[in-house]
């Protein structure tokens, strides 16, 4: 359940984002601030999910 709402809420995000940078390729907003936020949210949605639990070792 918690990856459904993890996976639905950053889609959501590079929803917003990519239509955030739709105005900004129509010069509505700086293309400078909407392309970064289009890559960040890309990354933060790729990371995510090829973040993987691996094992670091016995705890001494």
């Known amino acids: 359940m918690r ?32 392309s970064p936020i289009l890559f960040l949210s890309l990354l933060i949605f790729i990371y995510s999910f090829t973040n993987r639990k691996r094992f670091k070792g016995f705890k001494p």
């Open 3 to 34: 990856v459904n709402v993890k996976f639905l809420s950053l889609v959501l995000l590079i929803i917003i984002s990519f239509l955030i940078n739709i105005l900004g390729l129509m010069n509505l907003i700086p293309l400078l601030i909407t």
